[in-house]
């Protein structure tokens, strides 16, 4: 199974009184956070965006909404190229479409 559409929601989450917990993923999913930090070091956006569905979207803290392949490649371009840790927190999966929600370091 591979997931069509995979939405991959990232944050930087505060935690005070309680702790999360990151969980283990599918591997149809974990190789999707495992293929992204490896793009991410790279600083190679094409491939980072070839994560995403033609109509993907990604949402960071700080940015605005975008939404569609090409336009993530054009907004990772320049970016990336350092150490980058994901976790997922939750995650679900319903035929063809999946969703990841993490965070990451």
Avoid at 37 to 52: G, I, M, N, R, V
């Amino acid at each position: 199974f591979i997931p069509t559409a995979l939405l991959l929601l990232f944050t930087v989450i505060s935690v005070s009184a309680q702790e999360l917990k990151p969980i283990e993923l599918p591997d149809e999913l974990q190789v999707v956070l495992t293929n992204y930090e490896t793009h991410w070091k790279k600083s190679d956006a094409s491939a980072l965006a070839s994560l995403f569905t033609v109509d993907g979207f990604i949402l960071r803290p700080g940015y605005d909404l975008v939404k569609g392949r090409e336009n993530i490649q054009t907004s990772y371009e320049n970016v990336g190229g350092g150490d980058l840790i994901l976790r997922a927190y939750d995650y679900s999966m319903e035929g063809n479409i999946a969703y990841i929600i993490g965070g990451y370091t």
